[in-house]
Each structure stands twice: as C-alpha cells, then as structure tokens.
C-alpha cells in the first residue's frame, strides 16, 4: 500500500485510504489476470501508467460515465472507484467482460457495471444519455468519434488518452467531428515518470448525433468519416 500511496504523491494526487486500497487490489488482479487484459506485468510501472495516467489530467467528474472498449477497465474502473459517478463498462470479447464482472463484485464497486458488446450494437436506448463518454487505446480517433459520440449528451464530454502524436489523428478527424456534432475543447499534455508523452483530448458534444450513427463495424473500418 505504501507504493501507491509514493507514487500517487508524486503526481500531486491524494486519495483517501480506501480508494488506494481499493486501487491497489484492483491493479494486482490486472496485472495477474489469467488473460492478456495488460502489457504491462510489474506493479510499479502498472501504477504509473494505468493509475496515474487516467487520474492525471482528470480532476474532477460527474455523472453518468459510458467507457467504451474497457478491456481490464482502464479508465473506467479507476473512475468508478475515484469519484462518485456511476460507471457503464462496455467490451465486447465475452471472456473480459466476465472477468471484469467478477472483479466490480470482488472489489464492491457498486457504481459500476459491465455490458458485453461492441459499442455500435449498444440499445438505441443509450444513446445521448451519458455526460461523459470515455476510450482508451481503442482505435484511431475518426473511429473512435463515431463508436463514442452518439452516446454522449448534447452539453456531454468525450475523453480520449492518446499519445504525443494526437495531432496526426486530429487532422483526420475534422470532417467526423463535424457530422457527429463534437468541438474540441480541451488539450492536457503530460508526461509520466516512466518517461511516456501522454494526451486528453477533451472535446464537446455541441448537437445531436444523426441517428445513423454507430453504423456497423464493416462500414466504419471500411469508410471512416
């Protein structure tokens, strides 16, 4: 526990004593995951860019959260046990989400649960209906616009960690940020102490989605906006 409790100081974040220990026991169940839910394996460097890297560049959220392509759960459970909002994990390989469902009963984060899909075969219902929607390490940005813009709220946030060459896939994504009715608003840089340039890109949801929107997995990878 003292590790965590180190490494987050570093970083200028404080926690109570029951988030970091929550953290911590859900980092450990990550990292020894009988499946590739993470690359990375050794608990320190897990810390930094599993822990800190989501809680960096977010202080503060509310609301409804929608995390699309969780995989281990990054960001979404860290959201879910950081702040008081309520948490959708969404990921569509069967046996992940599984884990993912036994780890939110494990850990009793009651603010959290897990639908096993693939975000454009979410219910209709759950579209524009989240103030924050959230992905990270899913795809490129054009794609992600279309997965995770019709889900957000008109006045909703769209969260995207990427890494330091986020301006090539800006430039891509002028033409899908206009038809889904999404403005960027924010840019945090920074960097780890493992040495990686990290991005948010932070943008607004400033008009409804067309209905069309997810289409199918086919026609996204075959023709992004």
């Known amino acids: ?23 911590h026991r859900y980092l450990e169940y990550l990292i020894t995951a009988p499946m590739n839910l993470t690359s990375v394996k050794k608990y320190h460097e897990a810390l930094h860019k599993h822990i800190a890297d989501v809680l960096i560049p977010v202080q503060s959220l509310q609301g409804e959260i929608l995390d699309i392509g969780t995989g ?44 096993c899909s693939r975000a454009e075969d979410l219910p209709r219902q759950l579209k524009e209906s989240f103030d924050v929607v959230t992905a990270r390490a899913v795809a490129p940005m054009r794609i992600l616009l279309e997965l995770c813009m019709p889900f957000c709220k008109v006045g909703g946030r769209l969260l995207l960690y990427k890494g330091p060459n986020w301006k ?18 924010d840019v945090v840089e920074y960097s780890l102490k493992t040495g990686e340039k990290r991005t948010l890109l932070v943008l607004n949801k400033v008009e409804k989605t067309p209905e069309i929107f997810p289409r199918k997995a086919g026609a996204i990878l075959k023709k992004p906006l």
């Open 72 to 115: 281990g759960g990054v960001p979404g459970v860290v959201f879910a046990i950081v702040f008081s909002v309520s948490v959708t994990l969404v990921e569509s390989i069967r046996k992940k989400a599984l884990w993912l469902q036994e780890i939110v009963e494990k850990l009793q984060i009651d603010n959290a649960k897990v639908i």
């Open 168 to 185: 090539e896939e800006y430039a891509l994504s002028k033409n899908a940020m206009q038809i889904l009715g999404a403005e960027l608003q």
């Open 1 to 23: 526990m003292k590790e965590i409790d180190q490494i987050l100081n570093e970083y200028a974040i404080r926690l109570e004593e029951r988030k970091t220990e929550k953290l």
